[in-house]
């Protein structure tokens, strides 16, 4: 399977602030998406990261606090914007390579907020 | 009521147990079912993939899956102690493939 790097593993933020997580897989893939891991619950798929066009976003998800950019076949950005304490979580990005093919996962980007 | 319910545990058993997962869910159209594993730290590795109902084997694992009862197992022979980790079931509708429902995990500690 795909070898997916995200960068950074972890991170320790601001309330008011930003942070951009980055998503490198090392062959091209069909479809990347973004989920989100609380502690306690289950992860959640954030959106679909479309490549050339804009993200398609899950209920109770929206472009101006999560924007996602995928400029190609092997990249993708997810931006938490004005972070706030409850925005702490695991933020996992996966790639599917094809039709009917699973789901695989990077290790995740373990983000707190102060 | 959750989608998809799942026994967080933890499940402690003696190494060589056999250990059985379980997860329940609400969906009809869940068509493909996988179980991953999330060491500490880790991202989920990919265990099974199973398509409708049925069993499926890999090594010491299987995967069981009956649609009529809305009832998916992960059973793990021989169990070791690098198996301690934390199983987490997952489910999609073949209309939507690529949106994953997933379980809270259930918490697994062999013991040596």
């Known amino acids: 399977s795909a070898v997916i790097s995200q960068k950074p593993s972890r991170d320790i933020c601001q309330r008011g602030t930003s942070l951009t997580i980055q998503c490198q897989v090392d062959s091209q893939v069909t479809m990347m998406f973004w989920y989100r891991q609380q502690p306690g619950q289950s992860l959640t798929l954030i959106a679909t990261a479309n490549q050339g066009s804009e993200a398609t976003y899950e209920s109770g998800f929206v472009i101006d606090k999560f924007p996602i950019s995928r400029p190609n076949l092997t990249f993708s950005t997810l931006t938490v914007s004005n972070m706030s304490p409850e925005d702490s979580s695991i933020y996992l990005c996966s790639v599917r390579s094809g039709n009917n093919q699973p789901q695989h996962f990077g290790d995740g980007t373990r983000l707190s907020i102060l | 009521q959750k989608e998809v319910e799942q026994d967080p545990g933890p499940l402690s058993v003696p190494e060589g147990a056999i250990v059985s997962l379980n997860c329940t869910y609400s969906?009809?159209?869940?068509?493909?079912f996988m179980w991953y594993r999330q060491y500490s730290r880790k991202g989920p590795e990919l265990l099974m993939y199973t398509y409708s109902s049925g069993n499926k084997e890999d090594g010491r694992f299987t995967a069981q899956v009956d649609k009529s009862s809305k009832y998916i197992s992960l059973f793990i022979r021989d169990s070791q102690p690098s198996d301690s980790a934390t199983y987490l079931c997952?489910?999609?509708?073949?209309?939507?493939?690529?949106?994953?429902?997933f379980g809270t995990g259930t918490r697994l500690a062999v013991r040596p």
């Open positions: 997952a489910m999609s509708e073949a209309s939507s493939g690529d949106k994953l429902t």
């Open positions: 969906n009809s159209a869940f068509q493909y």
